[in-house]
């Protein structure tokens, strides 16, 4: 039996991106991922990733960022961690 939430919730397919192994969130229009889970950061130059692109990496330490932003291209990706300021 399932629980009922009071939120939306994304499950995720499993996708295979450059050898990795991601869970992809959100895709868009082109197909592109939007948002992204998995214990490997992709790495750079893969394609499939919008620029922009979220991915949250499941596998860090305390007191690591777990969040990455693709500011490359949807054709060559470059994904680069968010800190706080």
């Given at each position: 039996m399932?629980e ?5 919730q994304?499950?995720?397919v ?13 895709y868009?229009?082109?197909g ?36 990455y ?14 800190t706080?300021?």
């Amino acid at each position: 039996m399932s629980e009922i939430f009071d939120a939306i919730q994304l499950g995720g397919v499993p996708d295979l991106k450059g050898g990795q192994r991601i869970k992809t969130l959100i895709y868009d229009d082109l197909g592109d991922i939007l948002l992204a889970t998995g214990t490997t950061v992709p790495t750079n130059a893969g394609v499939g990733f919008a620029k922009g692109c979220l991915f949250i990496d499941t596998n860090v330490t305390t007191g690591t960022t777990g969040l990455y932003c693709n500011k490359g291209t949807r054709l060559s990706c470059e994904f680069t961690a968010i800190t706080q300021g």
